[in-house]
């Protein structure tokens, strides 16, 4: 896994087609193609806040964005 920047996330979201959703009922935000009704989309804004808050990181995993 590579570390990666929230612009470096975004473009790589935008490319494929992902959008920051999260878990109903948890923290938990996870990047995808179709959010189903467990899902909430969130802002970039909000994945940022978390980020700060929690000491998170992202990461590309093989194409796959991954905050840790």
């Given at each position: 896994?590579?570390?990666?920047?929230?612009?470096e996330a975004k473009a790589n979201a935008e490319r494929r087609g992902l959008d920051?959703?999260?878990?109903?009922g948890t923290d938990a935000i996870i990047f995808t193609k179709a959010p189903?009704?467990?899902?909430?989309v969130v802002s970039w804004?909000?994945?940022r806040a978390?980020?700060?808050?929690?000491?998170?990181?992202?990461?590309d995993d093989n194409?796959?964005?991954k905050l840790v």
């Open positions: 896994m590579k570390k990666i920047t929230i612009e920051p959703v999260r878990l109903k189903q009704s467990r899902c909430e804004e909000d994945v978390l980020m700060e808050e929690n000491g998170s990181e992202l990461y194409g796959w964005i």
